[in-house]
């Protein structure tokens, strides 16, 4: 059954509304009584998005966040 929600209700809930029409469920949206759009689920097209390391950045090493010695130094002096 599609529910009708008010713009204002919406905006204030459009995550929760997002959340409950990926799970089916169909929302018509409102101004001043008259319907104007209306929120349903979308069928998931193929494969979830695998990122192409296009800018090659991998995996961080586990030593990353260590004290440099030579950075170190120049702070020091």
């Not at 990353?64 to 702070?75: G, S």
């Amino acid at each position: 059954m599609t529910e009708f929600v008010s713009l204002y209700d919406a905006k204030t809930r459009l995550s929760s509304l997002v959340d409950q029409a990926a799970m089916g469920e169909e929302f018509v949206i409102s101004k001043n009584g008259v319907p104007l759009a209306k929120l349903v689920p979308i069928a998931q097209r193929g494969q979830m998005r695998v990122p192409a390391h296009a800018m090659g950045v991998g995996p961080l090493p586990a030593d990353f966040d260590a004290p440099d010695a030579e950075i170190q130094a120049l702070f020091e002096g």
